[in-house]
Nanobody
Framework: QVQLVESGGGLVQAGGSLRLSCAASGSIFSINAMAWYRQAPGKQRELVATITRGGSTNYADSVKGRFTISRDNAKNTVYLQMNSLKPEDTAVYYC???????????????WGQGTQVTVSS
């Protein structure tokens, strides 16, 4: 019913920048909070940043001041601008959205398929 598709990952040198995008599509009535998570090899998935429908944001301490989350409600899209990238930012990045599907009464969590970000030293 709902698909989240990430794009924008890739290989970048330390100190560089990348911009991730995640577009939601399908039978969407409304989207509440959206977020980015990441999972490095051998580690648990961790929250990177969240943004409410109204634009309030929250960040993991490890990315504060370097990453910026934003969204375009008209396009059902969330972005993650990543600057001053470090090798420890290497991970698969996943977007997540709380979606109210048309005809439903409750919000449900949906995940994207993930996009690889690799930062070389």
């Amino acid at each position: 019913q709902v698909q989240l598709v990430e794009s924008g990952g890739g290989l970048v040198q330390a100190g560089g920048s990348l911009r991730l995008s995640c577009a939601a599509s399908g039978s969407i009535f409304s989207i509440n909070a959206m977020a980015w998570y990441r999972q490095a090899p051998g580690k648990q998935r961790e929250l990177v940043a969240t943004i409410t429908r109204g634009g309030s944001t929250n960040y993991a301490d490890s990315v504060k001041g370097r990453f910026t989350i934003s969204r375009d409600n008209a396009k059902n899209t969330v972005y993650l601008q990543m600057n001053s990238l470090k090798p420890e930012d290497t991970a698969v990045y996943y977007c997540n959205a709380d979606v109210l599907v048309k005809g439903s009464y409750d919000f449900s969590h949906y995940w994207g398929q993930g996009t690889q970000v690799t930062v070389s030293s």
